[in-house]
């Protein structure tokens, strides 16, 4: 019998800013403007040179959606040397790949403008569909519009933006909700064929949020929209959960085959309070399961030439290396 193989991508976790426009009634990564909202450059750059020692080999850029549009965000960011945040970004994924890090960002909704911006600079990117269901959760937040995210993941398809999204449950959304997330996704899919995975992520009640008392859902239900996401998707679209926010090893049996990004050097700052599982450990829990590293940027897109002149050479290198088992 072949033998089953689960992956995942050893990196780096970048917050540029926690400032956002969005106010979800579960997060605790958005804080307001003020004093060091801004990552500075020179922490970023150690970041990245430190991960690359560490042997990563994604830098995740994660920041607040639309920060801009928060009062007085616009100085803080001038005091970095940049016009923007995703000018900021632009150039820190530069300073990545040279550093030998292969940028993926996520930033929340962008238009296709600013897509086709980040795009030369970035391995993949991605945005969490969450849902296509009107949830409470989400009433103080714009850019959680189901057709505004569903856009945003149409217009990446358009210029050839290898792509992560997903769902997220437990957030007041129905199964019926979950299914129809997962035919936007996969309709999405068959018409661009850029989506590398979804990631299949549990709600996690925070403390001071309007949703700390809301129950988490449970493992058997877990399962349940795993294994539905296994029927609805294509059979190219890896499905994926974190494994510091659920048991990877029990869900791994119900259908996931890939365990997304874990750092040996950074926090989850969306999920501070779940550290990151060992990666051997992890290993040795899967049993006769293989874990197999992998880049941001699955080989079927590096193939199809899905790379741009600037991050092609060390793409290339990486994923020699990768092959040859050098990583």
């Given at each position: ?26 997060c605790i ?61 632009h ?21 296709y ?30 850019g ?57 992520q ?33 059979d ?58 992998r ?5 079927k ?21 990768l ?5």
């Open positions: 019998m072949p033998t089953r193989t689960v992956t995942f991508s050893k990196n780096v976790f970048l917050p540029l800013t926690t400032v956002c426009r969005n106010r979800c009634g579960y990564f958005r804080t307001p403007v003020g004093d060091h909202c801004i990552m500075a450059p020179e922490e970023a750059t150690d970041v990245l040179a430190r991960g690359a020692m560490a042997g990563c080999t994604e830098a995740l850029f994660t920041f607040g959606e639309k920060p801009e549009s928060e009062p007085g965000f616009s100085t803080y960011i001038h005091e970095t040397g940049y016009d923007s945040i995703l000018e900021y970004c150039a820190l994924c530069r300073v990545s790949i040279g550093a030998g890090l292969l940028p993926h960002t996520n930033a929340g909704v962008l238009d403008d600013d897509l086709a911006y980040l795009k030369p600079v970035n391995a993949s990117m991605g945005l969490m569909l969450e849902t296509t269901a009107d949830v409470p959760a989400h009433h103080n937040s714009p959680k519009l189901p057709e505004a995210r569903i856009e945003t993941i149409e217009n990446a398809g358009k210029l050839k933006i290898p792509f992560t999204t997903g769902l997220l449950l437990g957030i007041g959304e129905t199964m019926e909700d979950r299914e129809e997330s997962l035919v936007v996704i996969r309709d999405l899919h068959r018409k661009y064929d850029h989506i590398q995975e979804v990631i299949i549990n709600f996690c009640p925070k403390p001071g949020t309007p949703m700390a008392r809301e129950p988490p859902i449970t493992f058997d239900e877990f399962c349940v929209v795993i294994r539905f996401a296994r029927e609805i998707l294509p190219d679209i890896a499905i994926q959960v974190a494994p510091n926010l659920a048991d990877a090893p029990a869900l791994v049996r119900c259908g996931v085959d890939d365990l997304g990004g874990i750092s040996p050097l950074t926090i989850d700052h969306v999920n501070p309070e779940h550290p990151w599982p060992e990666v051997e450990n992890l290993r040795n829990s899967l049993g006769d399961v293989v874990l197999e590293e880049l941001c940027i699955y080989p897109y590096i193939h199809r030439g899905w790379v741009s002149g600037e991050l092609k050479p060390l793409v290339n290198r990486l994923q020699a290396k092959e040859s088992g050098r990583l």
